[in-house]
Every structure is written in structure tokens, then in C-alpha cells.
């Protein structure tokens, strides 16, 4: 059974970091481009970043320096390093799966004082 289980969302302040996880089982994970999106209240989900095989990165407009994406292929898992975070990225953050077109269940990011 193909799965993606997200982590490592909560409350952080402005200016603060936070690092989720995406845990991948039942493909071989080194073969897909992975991707990060995101989904706030009364918006349409936006890409945040994606990765593929043999390391191209794309980042969406917004993030401007502030997070990156990376990926594990032994451990199965991608990860967004989120810094300098605002408080308009909170929302709740998706891993998807590109080849697969496989969403994960999303983990809530908040940043407020």
C-alpha cells in the first residue's frame, strides 16, 4: 500500500523554523519527484516546492529563500526546512507524490505570536 505520512507541522512564532517530514512507503522512492504544497483557510493549495530525481528544485514564488526541500532516497523522505516563517504561511502543508499524483494527509502549520 502506497503512503505518505507527513510530521513536524505545530505552532512556531514569526521569524521562527520548523522542519517537516515526509515519510514514503510502498514505492521506490529514489524513481518520484516529490513535492510540498500548502492550503490556507478560503484558498486555492499552492505549490510550495518540488524535487525530482537527480536534484532539480523548483520553489514557489513566495518562499524567496526562506525554505528548502531536500530529500533522504535511503530513508524514504522528504523534508521542508521552513525558516523565517510569517505569519501568512500558515496553513495546512501537503507532501505529494508527483509520479503517483498521491496526496498525503497534511500537517498543520501555524505561525502567530
Known amino acids: 500500500q502506497v503512503q505518505l505520512v507527513e510530521s513536524g507541522g505545530g505552532l512556531v512564532q514569526p521569524g521562527g523554523s520548523l522542519r517537516l517530514s515526509c515519510a514514503a512507503s510502498?514505492?521506490?522512492?529514489?524513481?518520484?519527484?516529490m513535492g510540498w504544497y500548502r492550503q490556507a483557510p478560503g484558498k486555492q493549495r499552492e505549490m510550495v516546492a518540488t524535487?525530482?530525481?537527480?536534484?532539480?528544485?523548483d520553489y514557489g514564488d513566495f518562499v524567496k529563500g526562506r525554505f528548502a526541500i531536500s530529500r533522504d532516497d535511503a530513508k524514504n523522505t522528504a523534508y521542508l526546512q521552513m525558516n523565517s516563517l510569517k505569519p501568512e504561511d500558515t496553513a495546512v502543508y501537503f507532501c505529494?507524490?508527483?509520479?503517483?499524483?498521491?496526496w498525503g494527509q497534511g500537517t498543520q502549520v501555524t505561525v502567530s505570536t
Open positions: 524535487i525530482f530525481p537527480g536534484g532539480r528544485i
Open positions: 505529494y507524490d508527483i509520479v503517483l499524483t498521491l
Open positions: 510502498g514505492i521506490i522512492f529514489s524513481n518520484h519527484a
